[in-house]
């Protein structure tokens, strides 16, 4: 059982490019969320869905766009990165609001 | 809105000690969950317990314990018998009870254990 999977682990960006980060779980969960990290900020919510073709904005949407086509992918598309973008970003899934979430191990993403 | 509170930026602990974290939250539910997450160096998010915000036991795990004052809006974590796999960032969070809530989460405190 693999759980959630996120890549890739580490990229570097030039800013303008843009790139997509790729997330899958296997869990059947409805609900996925894409966070970032900021050294001493916490996460931070980007984008989240409670189930296949619904997407909302969280916290810190700009910059990014979401899509989810399919209850097991939930990929992060990054369009036009500046330096602001540089982060750790981590996927999540639960099945239900009471539980924890499992999260992927993080995509460290550098824009340089 | 509501916020997760951790005021400590970092704690030390002898090997064998022990060790209770703090985290204080803010909100106007009556329902909602509470978690402790683990962030060792490997970066994985790791669920060390959660809390039911209507069950007045504290929720235990192992080594790991809460103590959870409702009325205070307190949710720290004490870690008895620390281990040097304890070392670790840890992450306190928020979630109301009810459909489209998310994780609010603290900044987290950088936890260190002296051999």
């Known amino acids: 059982n693999a759980g959630v999977t996120q890549t890739p682990k580490f990229r570097i960006l030039k800013i303008g490019q843009s790139m997509t980060l790729q997330c899958a779980q296997d869990m059947n969960h409805n609900y996925m969320y894409w966070y970032r990290q900021d050294p001493g900020m916490g996460l931070k919510l980007i984008y989240y869905?409670?189930?296949?073709?619904?997407?909302d904005k969280g916290e810190v949407p700009n910059g990014y766009n979401v899509s989810r086509s399919t209850t097991e992918d939930f990929p992060l598309r990054l369009e036009l990165a500046a330096p602001s973008q540089t982060s750790v970003y981590f996927c999540?899934?639960?099945?239900?609001?009471?539980?924890?979430?499992?999260f992927g191990s993080g995509t460290r993403l550098t824009v340089v | 809105a509501q916020t997760v509170t951790q005021s400590q930026p970092e704690m030390s602990v002898q090997e064998a000690e022990t060790v209770t974290l703090s985290c204080t939250y803010d909100?106007?539910?009556?329902?909602?969950?509470l978690f402790w997450y683990k962030q060792p160096p490997s970066r994985q998010m790791i669920l060390v317990i959660r809390?039911?915000?209507?069950?007045?036991q504290n929720a235990t795990e192992n080594r790991f314990s809460v103590n959870f004052q409702k009325a205070a809006k307190s949710f720290s974590l004490k870690i008895s018998d620390s281990q040097l796999g304890d070392a670790a960032m840890y992450f306190c969070?928020?979630?109301?009870?009810?459909?489209?809530?998310?994780?609010?989460f603290g900044k987290g405190i950088t936890l260190s254990v002296r051999p």
């Open positions: 809390q039911e915000a209507y069950k007045q």
């Open positions: 999540a899934s639960t099945p239900e609001e009471y539980y924890g979430y499992t």
């Open positions: 909100t106007s539910e009556s329902d909602y969950y």
């Open positions: 969070a928020y979630r109301r009870a009810g459909a489209n809530s998310k994780l609010t």
């Open positions: 869905s409670v189930g296949a073709g619904i997407t």
